[in-house]
């Protein structure tokens, strides 16, 4: 899905813009989805595809919304992100190529995959 960053402008807030479009993050534990419960399905704000299910999401204390894996693997790509000086691995939703949040390995989390996708509640939807 191309768009222009003039036509994102236009169907995306200002605050949607930098984090989806600009790879920006949101202030940790001020997302809408950081503490919800309901059984659903999590999308792509900016272009609706299904990206995550609520049967993923775990609380991480991280202060932003948690999966231990994505839908399907070819819903998310990766990118090596060295921006803050660390090692990071950015997600990006493969449909529209809009930042997500990163994905983190390692952390000794009780999960099947012992991963950790931090993801910005900005740039999902949720449907129950």
């Given at each position: 899905?191309?768009?222009?960053?003039?036509?994102?402008?236009?169907i995306?807030?200002?605050?949607?813009?930098?984090?989806?479009?600009?790879?920006?993050?949101?202030?940790?534990?001020?997302?809408?989805?950081?503490?919800?419960?309901r059984?659903?399905?999590?999308?792509?704000?900016?272009?609706?595809?299904?990206?995550?299910?609520?049967?993923?999401?775990?609380?991480?204390?991280?202060?932003w919304?948690?999966?231990?894996?994505?839908l399907?693997?070819?819903?998310v790509?990766?990118?090596?992100?060295?921006?803050?000086?660390?090692?990071?691995?950015?997600?990006?939703?493969?449909?529209?190529?809009?930042?997500l949040?990163?994905?983190?390995?390692?952390?000794?989390?009780?999960?099947?995959?012992?991963?950790?996708?931090?993801?910005?509640?900005?740039?999902?939807?949720f449907?129950?």
């Open positions: 899905m191309e768009r222009s960053e003039a036509e994102w402008r236009e995306l807030s200002p605050e949607e813009f930098y984090v989806l479009r600009q790879a920006g993050t949101e202030r940790p534990h001020t997302g809408k989805y950081v503490n919800e419960t059984t659903g399905t999590y999308s792509c704000r900016a272009c609706g595809a299904e990206l995550f299910s609520s049967e993923t999401k775990f609380d991480a204390m991280c202060g919304p948690a999966f231990f894996a994505p399907a693997e070819d819903r790509r990766y990118i090596r992100d060295t921006s803050l000086g660390m090692e990071r691995v950015e997600v990006r939703c493969t449909a529209c190529d809009s930042h949040g990163h994905v983190f390995y390692g952390e000794g989390f009780n999960t099947p995959t012992d991963a950790r996708y931090c993801i910005n509640s900005v740039c999902l939807t449907e129950e």
